[in-house]
């Protein structure tokens, strides 16, 4: 079975900075991308940022504070976050997409079940 773990979250002021960390074990052959996806209170989960091995995108209300960095050899992926804002408070999930545990298996997604990130002074 495919585990995602995410670990980073916490309170920061605006203006500050988090990484947040994701890692994805199990029976792994292949992974198209991974990513990290938001959810605020009230509010549907929206795409954060994504990565793939040749691809990435942002969110355009994180672009150019936030920066995503993906190892594919090692099954995680990370996300720098600077000068946070108020309204980026919600909780992250990672995603990893298209989850292959062998070269013939059907590929699914999993999801991790969040960390909480609290922007406030």
């Known amino acids: 079975q495919v585990t995602i773990v995410e670990s980073g979250g916490g309170l920061v002021q605006p203006g500050g900075s988090l990484t947040l960390s994701c890692q994805a074990s199990g029976p792994i052959f292949g992974i198209y991308g991974m990513g990290w996806y938001r959810q605020a209170p009230g509010k549907q989960r929206e795409l954060v940022a994504f990565?793939?091995?040749?691809?990435?995108q942002y969110a355009e209300s994180v672009k150019g504070r936030f920066t995503i960095y993906r190892d594919n050899a090692k099954n995680t992926v990370s996300l720098q976050m600077n000068n946070l804002r108020s309204e980026d408070t919600a909780v992250y999930y990672c995603k990893a997409d298209r989850v292959r545990a062998n070269w013939a298996a059907a590929s699914m997604d999993y999801w991790g079940k969040g960390t909480l990130v609290t922007v406030s002074s």
């Open positions: 990565a793939t091995s040749d691809n990435t």
